[in-house]
């Protein structure tokens, strides 16, 4: 009940494509779902967090899609750019739960 | 300037050794944790602090230690015990453990030679 399924593992994209990062969760008790950006050896960073109460939310290129019945969250980067090329984890947490990780997806986008 | 520091970016250990990650924020947070990232494997949480001298084993917690003696600072400890500790790891805070937002430092890199 604890796990985060994150899809694909590594994603190429053209410049000026759509990315589209998907994933998947089973413990109901989470409220919040957070995307980390992470650059080769750096620190993952937050870059965009939405809760069940909102079917979408947007922060620039940036776009999360949530769907509360099939357990499932996307992220969607608009126009991408290559320097969004980067690993992204989707996460979860609520209900007294730790922040779970998805395993991750190497983006690269491709001029 | 806020954040996480961590300190060495490399560590390169002898097998049989142990070695210690430092980890010190000025964030004022309460809770800090250790993570784990292998590649394809996302990042596995080894321990984590609620507040001073106090901390908890977490998913991956064999062969490692820690100590919380100030606020600012969470050391972790990779001891002999550990069985394959080539890894990046990375120190994380947040405003406690309810807190949603996680800040991470930007990682050591430790590899076992």
Not at chain 1, 72 to 86: K, R, V
Not at chain 1, 92 to 110: I, R
Request: proline share 5%; hydrophobic share 30%.
């Amino acid at each position: 009940q604890q796990q985060v399924k994150q899809s694909p593992q590594s994603l190429i994209v053209q410049k000026g494509g759509i990315s589209i990062i998907n994933c998947a969760y089973e413990n109901t008790a989470f409220d919040y779902f957070p995307w980390y950006q992470q650059f080769p050896g750096k620190g993952p960073a937050l870059l965009i967090a939405i809760r069940p109460d909102v079917s979408e939310k947007k922060e620039g290129r940036f776009t999360i899609s949530f769907n509360k019945s099939a357990k499932q969250f996307s992220l969607h980067i608009m126009d991408s750019q290559p320097g969004d090329s980067a690993t992204y984890f989707c996460a979860a947490t609520g209900g007294g739960n730790k922040l779970t990780f998805g395993t991750g997806t190497q983006l690269k986008v491709e001029l | 300037d806020g954040g996480i520091t961590q300190s060495p970016k490399y560590l390169f250990r002898k097998e049989g050794q142990n070695v210690t990650l430092s980890c010190e924020q000025n964030l004022n947070h309460d809770a800090m944790y250790w993570y784990r990232q292998d590649p394809g494997q996302g990042l596995r949480l080894i321990y984590y602090s609620q507040i001073v001298n106090d901390f908890q084993k977490g998913d991956i917690a064999e062969g490692y230690s820690v100590s919380r003696e100030k606020k600012e600072s969470f050391p972790l400890t990779v001891t002999s015990a550990q069985k394959n500790p080539t890894a990046f790891y990375l120190c994380a805070s947040s405003l406690g453990l309810a807190s949603n937002e996680q800040f991470f430092g930007p990682g050591t890199r430790l590899t076992v030679l």
